[in-house]
């Protein structure tokens, strides 16, 4: 019920509180020639928080539309040790490439856009966030499709048009030919009280025609393959499991 148009789906700083214990267990391993490249370290951290989900879910499924984002939250004062590379743990390169999020434009009819239409696909909700230490995501997309007609994330569509909600699967841009591939999943996931309930799921371009109304987001999830070897003596354990890799903001179905 807060006048609030916007909120977080992640942030950093939450993560690493909910995670304290194995932040410390990797300072104390930094001089340690097992460990992974320093710019993976998020790796042996990042969890999904619990809180953040179930808030999200929450709000969308009692009706209300809200815009979500990822948020560093970097300032550079926590972890001065340095690494392998000679960088403080958070300096701002590293952190600052760790995810960001990614707005879905309007330009002018020129192609041109300024700070303007940035503004205008915050505000409407075009918004997706990707966690790029995985690799930088080439190919995403997430929409509603009635007819010829496609509406984008932060729209609503009528259950009655009989919508589809489409995933096109994202590669890794530039990925290595010689790694093995990671594994990548795309899944759809309705609000609720509570959180989300999976609606659908696959490997390959996903669609599904929702049979009741509510917010639907998309995700892509990884298993990170093709950083096995930079992922020193932590690669077992950090392989036997899945990443999410893109947050996508909800498509409304009224």
């Known amino acids: 019920d807060l006048p609030l148009d916007v909120f977080e789906m992640y942030n950093l700083h939450a993560n690493l509180l909910l995670n304290v214990g194995k932040a410390v267990q990797l300072l104390f391993r930094l001089n340690d020639p097992g460990l992974m490249h320093p710019d993976l370290i998020l790796l042996g951290i990042i969890t999904e928080d619990p809180r953040y989900l179930t808030r999200w879910g929450s709000v969308l499924a009692s009706g209300q539309k809200r815009v979500t984002t990822m948020a560093t939250d970097c300032h550079r004062n926590t972890f001065a040790q340095l690494m392998q590379d000679g960088e403080r743990v958070d300096s701002y390169r590293r952190m600052m490439l760790w995810f960001s999020n990614h707005l879905l434009l309007r330009p002018e009819a020129d192609g041109s856009w300024d700070d303007r239409h940035l503004k205008e696909a915050l505000r409407a909700g075009r918004l997706y966030g990707a966690f790029e230490l995985l690799g930088y995501p080439q190919g995403f997309d997430y929409h509603a499709e009635v007819g010829s007609h496609t509406f984008e994330m932060g729209e609503e569509v009528?259950?009655?048009?009989?919508?589809?909600?489409?995933?096109?699967?994202?590669?890794?841009?530039?990925?290595?030919?010689?790694?093995?591939?990671?594994?990548?999943?795309?899944?759809?996931?309705?609000?609720?009280?509570?959180?989300?309930?999976?609606?659908?799921?696959?490997?390959?371009?996903?669609?599904?025609?929702?049979?009741?109304?509510?917010?639907?987001?998309?995700?892509?999830?990884?298993?990170?393959?093709?950083?096995?070897?930079?992922?020193?003596?932590?690669?077992?354990?950090?392989?036997?499991?899945?990443?999410?890799?893109?947050?996508?903001?909800a498509i409304y179905v009224r």
Not at 177 to 190: A, D, G, S, V, Y
């Open 158 to 249: 009528q259950l009655a048009d009989q919508p589809v909600l489409r995933v096109t699967r994202p590669s890794v841009r530039h990925l290595d030919p010689t790694r093995e591939p990671p594994k990548i999943t795309q899944r759809i996931l309705r609000a609720i009280d509570g959180g989300f309930e999976e609606v659908a799921s696959g490997e390959d371009a996903l669609t599904f025609t929702p049979t009741q109304p509510g917010a639907y987001r998309a995700e892509v999830r990884m298993v990170p393959f093709h950083l096995r070897e930079d992922l020193g003596s932590d690669a077992t354990t950090l392989l036997a499991r899945d990443f999410v890799w893109i947050y996508a903001n």
